[in-house]
């Protein structure tokens, strides 16, 4: 991506995806429901990301444009599906009679 757009664009996408995760889990703490299928799609997006490193670094034998990736792709695909399960785990909770367990005590979804 650095070869094409160069170093900046680089720097302002790494930025978003770091900030995107930040500004979701805020929200996730203050029990908002869209939150957490938001954490749900954003995890989702990251294990591909992470499928496609590791599918890169396979396929052509080296790191994709010079930037490692693959061991933080490994991450992402070993940490995303508990994420997700734990997510889904708590809009079930939610969904029923009981609050949630996490976050604060007595604080239910917010819409």
Do not use: E
Request: charged residues 10%.
């Amino acid at each position: 991506m650095d070869k094409i757009f160069g170093p900046r664009w680089f720097m302002i996408v790494n930025w978003l995806l770091y900030c995107v995760p930040v500004a979701i889990f805020y929200f996730i703490l203050i029990k908002k429901r869209w939150a957490y299928y938001a954490g749900i799609v954003y995890t989702a997006v990251m294990i591909l990301n992470g499928l496609v490193h590791n599918l890169s670094v396979i396929i052509t034998g080296h790191y994709f444009g010079g930037f490692a990736g693959n061991i933080t792709g490994l991450a992402f695909i070993a940490i995303g599906p508990v994420l997700i399960y734990h997510l889904r785990k708590i809009i079930i909770m939610d969904s029923g009679s009981s609050p949630p367990k996490a976050g604060r005590p007595g604080m239910t979804m917010q819409n």
